[in-house]
């Protein structure tokens, strides 16, 4: 049975920095992986994307602040986010193949 756990969320303030990390167990990974992330209000919205070999995408509004990575031998996909904003505020979610986790919250707020 597959899981995934998402972790490393929290409270920042503007300007702030949070790693996100994304374990998926019970796997015949690695799988191409996508970090989404669902504010108050809004649909859910396509952050980043990784595949196996670790070529990354990335949606415009957090190009050259966010950086997504992995680390296959711990079955481990990691989403970096640097100069955090408001706007970035939501609970954000690993897809990885038809999998998901249950989310781990982001709130950037002074």
């Known amino acids: 049975q597959v899981q995934v756990v998402e972790s490393g969320g929290g409270l920042v303030q503007p300007g702030g920095s949070l790693t996100l990390s994304c374990v998926c167990s019970?796997?015949?990974?690695?799988?191409?992986t996508a970090w989404y992330r669902q504010a108050p209000g809004k649909q859910r919205e396509l952050v980043a994307t990784?595949?196996?070999?670790?070529?990354?995408n990335f949606e415009d509004s957090v190009k050259g602040r966010f950086t997504i990575f992995r680390n296959n031998t711990k079955n481990t996909v990691y989403l970096q986010m640097n100069n955090l904003q408001p706007d970035d505020t939501g609970v954000y979610y690993c897809n990885p193949a038809q999998f998901w986790g249950q989310g781990t919250q982001v709130t950037v707020s002074p």
């Open positions: 990784i595949t196996p070999g670790g070529i990354a």
């Open positions: 019970g796997s015949n990974g690695p799988y191409y």
